[in-house]
């Protein structure tokens, strides 16, 4: 790792390990992705978390004239920071956020099935990113051929990251990207996300809009969010 974290591949370290007589000098360009991923993949989500965070507290800060009334943002930070599940829900900060996401793979109008979807939201008054979402509908192991028909293995216990229905087209995975991230820093940041600029397509026109029984039912009760549409990724 630390001859990768000087410029020096995978190549070069396994050819190390070789004049030196130590283990694996093969595989250690094939395995040094993988590797280091495994080993620096917690350190990398909690940077990135606090780099989003320090974002909408820079984003606030400049959004403080679409506050509510009696909002307090050093109250409103200092909650964020302990975690403060009991401050008051009125007195929430507020922001206008766009957002879009990319695929894996490029759609089409006839094909859409990309395995996986990022998407980010970026605050209208800073322009920094405040929130991202992944979305994967499909799983090395539990989509592997011998847990599926006819063989249907159970397959083993694992820590899966599918979290979207591969039935559906991967074009749905941003209005639920975006919702997910809405959700995130509610429950979270203690962020109202009021007024949203997104592509203006008919998936998020149907699924981005006021809170209906289903949403409640299985994300609780939420603040109205007003998504604003237009002929050019949307308009305020």
Known sequence: M?????GDGGTEAGAALGFLDLCHPTSCEIGMFHNMEKELIFYAEDIGESVLRHAAFKEVKKSL???ESGFDFDRWKEA?????????????????ASDDMGWNNRG??????????????MGCASGLPIAMASMVNWCRICDSPRH?????????V?????????????????????LDMMHHLWDHLLLHMFETVTDDDSKMKARCRWNDDQCAEHHGQRPMVLCTTGKKKGKL
């Open 80 to 96: 964020v920071l302990s975690e403060d599940l009991t401050h008051p829900k009125h007195l929430c900060a507020r922001v206008r």
């Open 65 to 67: 004239s679409i506050q």
């Open 2 to 6: 630390s001859m990768v974290a000087h």
């Open 148 to 156: 599926r028909a006819p063989l249907g293995l159970a397959p083993p």
């Open 158 to 178: 694992h820590n899966c990251y599918k979290n979207f229905d591969p039935a559906l087209a991967s074009g749905d995975m941003e209005p639920a990207g975006l």
């Open 108 to 121: 089409s109008a006839k094909r859409r099935d990309s395995h996986s979807g990022h998407c980010m939201a």
